[in-house]
């Protein structure tokens, strides 16, 4: 068994809390007072969710899930690209710790070897004159049987990369060491200085795309980088667009 601590998840300047369960670390930061940096990781979250309400699946002792919190003084029409933001600190992260193969899927996926190992939900609120963002990861830290079966998709878990695996609290600790140092940064440069490090990390740069837009239809063209504001960049038989709502549905080389 590898249980979390509070203690051994050492990130400087914020107040750590572990839970053995709630419904959402997210929704339970959201809900709290921000004056300071808190992180707050669960062993189990009875409803844990990823982009637009869907399901996080992670059974228990298998996922290092937490939530970090902060008070930004960016306003709230800033920050959509805070995803970006924390996808690049988190990869980072992951490869300081082994995890070389591991890159990026837009908006907010963590991928090891084209599988999915984790993802990140970053929400936001007003806070004044300024707003608070909190941002959720999930990473599967353990191989859990059956999930990719359940989750109809390839399913990839920190261990098949990583050895000797370290401790969930260290993984936790890492990945939330460096995306508070970045949204630290973030706050005061803005996303501009993590836009070249997002695109050498995406994993479908140059390839072929279709997007899923909000609106359910279906745009085709070449993964081209990021624009400023964080959308993906799409090279189509109508010129560069810009998708800021939309889920990546298949990719292929170019």
Not at 58 to 67: D, E, I, V, Y
Not at 130 to 136: D, L
Not at 156 to 162: K, Y
Not at 244 to 249: E, T
Request: with cysteine; proline share 6%.
């Amino acid at each position: 068994m590898d249980p979390l601590d509070a203690e051994a998840i050492r990130v400087p300047g914020a107040e750590v809390r572990v839970l053995g369960r709630c419904a959402s670390t997210n929704t339970l930061l959201l809900a709290t007072p921000l004056e300071r940096p808190a992180l707050v990781a669960a062993d189990v979250q009875t409803a844990g969710r990823g982009r637009r309400g869907r399901r996080w699946h992670s059974p228990p002792g298998c996922g290092a899930l937490f939530s970090i919190g902060v008070p930004l003084a960016r306003p709230v029409r800033e920050l959509s690209g805070l995803s970006i933001v924390a996808g690049v600190a988190a990869v980072r992260a992951l490869r300081a710790l082994g995890a070389a193969d591991i890159a990026l899927k837009w908006p907010n996926d963590l991928l090891l070897g084209g599988a999915k190992l984790g993802g990140i939900l970053a929400e936001t609120r007003t806070r004044g004159a300024g707003s608070a963002a909190v941002i959720g990861i999930g990473l599967n830290h353990r191989r859990a049987p059956g999930i990719a079966a359940r989750v109809r998709r390839g399913v990839a878990a920190l261990e098949d990369a990583v050895a000797p695996l370290p401790a969930r609290n260290a993984v936790i600790g890492a990945v939330a060491r460096a995306v508070l140092s970045a949204l630290r940064e973030f706050d005061g440069a803005g996303l501009e200085p993590f836009r070249g490090d997002w695109e050498a990390m995406d994993a479908y740069a140059g390839q072929a795309l279709r997007v899923r837009l909000a609106d359910g239809r279906v745009l085709a063209g070449v993964a081209s980088g990021l624009e400023p504001d964080g959308a993906l960049r799409l090279r189509t038989r109508g010129g560069l667009r810009a998708v800021r709502n939309g889920r990546v549905l298949l990719a292929r080389q170019a």
